[in-house]
């Protein structure tokens, strides 16, 4: 197959490029480099299946050739990113979503968008199945990137049903592994480089928020999986193992063997205004249409990113 991914020098879309390679693929890479970096992708250079394309994907998108399948990964899916950038993020979510699956159209190619856990907002429903309509605040600082997603969503199943594009819908759920930016503004790479540096590891307020957290080899088989499918609607991808902030914090400091202590901060801004309370996936869909669970344990994903973070620091 030959297949474009959008935002493809990120940390989820270089792995996804890497793996689609390992297997045969022809791989176009596109990305305006924004959050994105070509160091995730530098040891692609010279690869006879792989292509690099700098573009922003809110401009009209023109990729020369047959296309098989467009990932359209391109986003600002980082607090700092989106809170920092507010229009920007809109405009990928909605305009980039729009021209990606305009090319996907022309091109007869199918259409898999990854779209995030955050349609669900600070759920009242735990765990969240993909029948559940979510409760977000359109108008409050993470509207920004939640609305977009859900635009997202709305534009791709249109696309589906008025034009026939063969679409696919990843809910992405918590992701880490190594390509993770440093100063990404998530809990992971927080916590690792603070345990790294022997800084305190900050935890909001009293640690009590959970979140579950799925290594990047997982949901990148998830993906490609879902690609493959016949499946329309949307399907999440992500590890259904839930755990608090404060236990996953005692969880960095066991595998790092950091000395460093916790900190209780209590932030009254952005960062935290709308932050769910809880966050884990029901994948019973995806256990039943792919075949797919997480396999790679907490210990050893975050054993991974930590040797990968470490040598990046130079520690």
Not at 35 to 43: P, V
Not at 136 to 150: A, I
Request: charged share 25%; aromatic share 8%; proline share 5%.
């Amino acid at each position: 197959m030959r297949i474009l991914i959008t935002g493809g020098a990120g940390f989820i879309g270089s792995h996804l490029g890497d793996y689609l390679l390992e297997r045969g693929h022809e791989v176009i890479a596109m990305d305006n480099l924004s959050t994105g970096s070509t160091d995730n992708i530098a040891h692609l250079v010279g690869h006879d299946s792989f292509r690099f394309i700098k573009h922003n994907v809110t401009d009209f998108i023109y990729v020369e050739g047959p296309l098989d399948a467009v990932l359209h990964l391109a986003s600002l899916p980082s607090p700092v990113d989106y809170l920092n950038y507010p229009i920007q993020t809109l405009k990928v979510g909605a305009l980039g979503t729009h021209k990606a699956l305009g090319l996907a159209k022309a091109k007869g190619a199918r259409f898999l968008l990854a779209s995030t856990s955050e349609v669900y907002g600070d759920p009242l429903e735990h765990p969240q199945s993909e029948d559940y309509w979510g409760n977000v605040n359109p108008v409050g600082p993470r509207g920004v990137y939640d609305e977009s997603k859900r635009f997202a969503e709305a534009l791709a199943m249109a696309y589906h049903r008025y034009h026939g594009v063969e679409t696919r819908i990843a809910r992405i759920f918590n992701t880490y592994g190594p390509r993770m930016r440093l100063d990404d503004g998530r809990v992971v790479p927080n916590f690792i480089r603070q345990a790294l540096t022997g800084e305190p590891l900050t935890v909001y307020d009293e640690g009590t928020r959970t979140r579950s957290f799925c290594y990047v080899s997982d949901l990148v088989e998830g993906m490609v999986r879902l690609l493959m499918s016949g499946e329309a609607t949307p399907v999440n991808l992500g590890n259904p193992q839930e755990m608090t902030i404060l236990e996953f914090a005692h969880k960095v400091r066991d595998v790092t063997g950091s000395a460093s202590e916790i900190l209780f901060v209590h932030p009254r801004d952005e960062r935290t205004k709308d932050d769910p309370m809880v966050r884990q996936p029901d994948i019973t869909k995806a256990r039943r249409v792919l075949g797919w669970e997480p396999e790679v344990s907490l210990e050893e994903g975050l054993i991974k990113t930590f040797e990968w973070f470490r040598k990046r620091l130079g520690k």
